[in-house]
């Protein structure tokens, strides 16, 4: 990897582990219950769930955090080009297993976070599982839209090429 | 549909966002910081040890395939001859002295790693590199992991916040 963590950090690793799965995997130094709360108190996600960097603030966050409840998330600089976010928990066990659904989208995929604590430390896995090969790419980017643009500029070019000749 | 649509929002600094309790997934959504715009078609045709270099890079599980596509020297030849011209079936079987049959599993091998793609035009199986999908892929996924290391820097933070608010409320 380029981006090596720095001596104290924990790294970061993500893995295609199927053809419709990824798998992310974290290990952080605190007790199971602690990194759970941080991912079902609405108060204590939005501290983290977007970070400076990704450039979009989260403006509200509601989270029922049992099995049938529903969550939903807003993000934007302002209420009138806010996007949200929403779906159902299918699972919830307390401080060891999350489980919901991504209903914005028919292809998005079914997301399940486990914590396992050891030695007072924590290792989270988010394993993401697509209805099909299909949505996982049409959701990666993998096959996405750009390719088109460049047909198009390749086309311009082509033209630009031609009468210039 | 509506999710495409959703993905292609831009929010008013331009940015394209993936934000949502669903892991930020979508390579539209990753917002520009974080997506690699794939290379353009110009730069398509790549060296071998540039194709090896994004391995080494980038050891997804996905790319298990390529690299056993890789493990064989001749294919591995066969993707140098590619990276200065593509080449039919028939060149490449008398470059490598070998049959008809048997280029064409080498290449059937490169083809689903991705690593090559062929095209027919009459009689005659055109092949090139086709580096560019395993590209895009390696690049989504290198930023989709940064995005989640964002996010888990910060809660990291978060963590040892609450941490330490515990061990104070139990004295």
Not at chain 1, 48 to 63: F, I, N, T, Y
Not at chain 1, 147 to 159: G, N
Not at chain 2, 59 to 87: K, P, Y
Not at chain 2, 129 to 135: H, K, P, S, T
């Amino acid at each position: 990897m380029e981006s090596k963590p720095t001596p104290m950090k924990n790294p970061t690793t993500v893995e295609r582990t199927s053809e419709r799965e990824l798998v992310v995997r974290r290990t952080f130094n605190g007790p199971a219950h602690i990194v759970f709360q941080a991912w079902t108190k609405p108060e204590l996600f939005m501290r983290w769930w977007a970070p400076k960097s990704m450039g979009v603030p989260m403006l509200s966050c509601e989270m029922d955090v049992r099995v049938g409840g529903g969550y939903r998330i807003a993000f934007g600089h302002d209420a009138a080009s806010a996007m949200e976010f929403f779906g159902k928990y299918l699972d919830v066990i307390p401080n060891a297993r999350l489980v919901w659904t991504n209903e914005e989208s028919d292809d998005a995929a079914v997301t399940t976070v486990t914590f396992e604590e050891k030695d007072g430390m924590t290792l989270l896995v988010l394993h993401e599982l697509y209805p099909s090969k299909e949505a996982f790419e049409a959701n990666s980017g993998a096959e996405g839209g750009l390719p088109e643009q460049f047909e198009q500029l390749d086309e311009l070019l082509l033209t630009l090429g031609a009468e210039g000749a | 549909m509506r999710h495409l649509l959703l993905h292609r929002q831009r929010c008013r600094t331009g940015e394209a966002v993936r934000p949502g309790l669903a892991p930020p997934t979508c390579g539209e959504g990753l917002g520009r910081g974080f997506r690699r715009h794939p290379a353009p078609r110009l730069a398509r045709r790549r060296s071998i040890g540039y194709i090896l270099n994004h391995m080494v890079q980038y050891s997804q599980t996905r790319l298990d395939t390529s690299f056993a596509a890789l493990s064989d020297a001749t294919r591995r030849g066969i993707l140098e001859q590619l990276g200065r011209a593509d080449a039919s079936i028939t060149d490449l079987a008398e470059t490598f002295r070998m049959t008809l049959t048997g280029m064409k599993k080498h290449v059937g091998v490169l083809e689903r790693a991705g690593l090559v793609i062929t095209q027919k035009v009459g009689r005659v199986r055109t092949c090139k590199l086709g580096v560019r999908r395993l590209e895009e892929e390696a690049a989504w996924l290198e930023s989709y992991r940064q995005l989640w290391d964002a996010r888990f820097d910060a809660l990291d933070k978060l963590v040892e916040e609450l941490k330490q608010k515990e061990k104070d409320d139990g004295e």
